[in-house]
Nanobody, 127 residues
Framework: QVQLVESGGGLVQAGGSLRLSCVASGEDLSNYYMGWFRQAPGKEREFVAV????????FYADSVKDRFTISRDNAKNTVYLQMSSLKLEDTAIYYC????????????????????WGQGTQVTVSS
């Protein structure tokens, strides 16, 4: 049973930067794709970014592409989201999540849903 805990959120001025962290306990994250999502006030949760097992593949929502960078350190069982050039519309609760996959000695088949979520960390961008 994996537990995910986000940290690093806070109040930041527009144009500034923050780095979010997601630390896992209970299971090794190296066998999983990991994603970041966010939920703004009054809106539904939306996809932000995803990263594969060793970080050689990443994908971003258009709204954050070229501003956010997802990375991971499997030795620390941690996933990061580096956010720069922050905008007011980036204000949200940010969640990390584990994407479901089935792995064998020959490789892994990644599924189309996430099975474990953290409780989120608040990011507030001010003018």
């Amino acid at each position: 049973q994996v537990q995910l805990v986000e940290s690093g959120g806070g109040l930041v001025q527009a144009g500034g930067s923050l780095r979010l962290s997601c630390v896992a306990s209970g299971e090794d994250l190296s066998n999983y794709y990991m994603g970041w999502f966010r939920q703004a006030p009054g809106k539904e949760r939306e996809f932000v970014a995803v990263i594969n097992y060793d970080g050689d593949y990443t994908f971003y929502a258009d709204s954050v592409k070229d501003r956010f960078t997802i990375s991971r350190d499997n030795a620390k069982n941690t996933v990061y989201l580096q956010m720069s050039s922050l905008k007011l519309e980036d204000t949200a609760i940010y969640y990390c999540a584990r994407r479901v996959n089935v792995c064998t000695r020959y490789g892994c088949a990644v599924q189309n849903w996430y099975d474990s979520w953290g409780q989120g960390t608040q990011v507030t961008v001010s003018s």
